[in-house]
C-alpha cells in the first residue's frame, strides 16, 4: 500500500498543466488519500486491480511522456 502513498505524493509534485491533463492525477491523488487517511476503508479488490490494470496503463503513459521530452 506504500507504493500507492507513494505514487499519490509524486504526482501531486506535478507543476506542469501539460502533465497533469495527460495523468489521472486526481483519481491517483484521491485513492492515495483513501490509504492515507481511510485506511479501515480500503477495498483491496479494488487496489489489486489497480495493481493489474491501471499500474500498468499508467507506466505506459509516463513513458510516453518522456518520450516528448
Known amino acids: 500500500m506504500m507504493c500507492f502513498v507513494q505514487i499519490g505524493e509524486l504526482v501531486n ?3 506542469s498543466e501539460k502533465y497533469k491533463l ?3 492525477v486526481k483519481d491517483i ?3 492515495r ?3 492515507t487517511h481511510h ?3 480500503i477495498n483491496y479488490h479494488i487496489a489489486e486491480q ?3 490494470e491501471n ?3 499508467l507506466k505506459i503513459l509516463i513513458e510516453e511522456i518522456l518520450g516528448e521530452s
Open 13 to 15: 509534485k506535478i507543476k
Open 22 to 24: 495527460k495523468l489521472p
Open 29 to 31: 491523488i484521491g485513492f
Open 33 to 35: 488519500n483513501i490509504i
Open 39 to 41: 485506511y479501515d476503508g
Open 50 to 52: 489497480t495493481i493489474a
Open 55 to 57: 499500474i500498468p496503463q
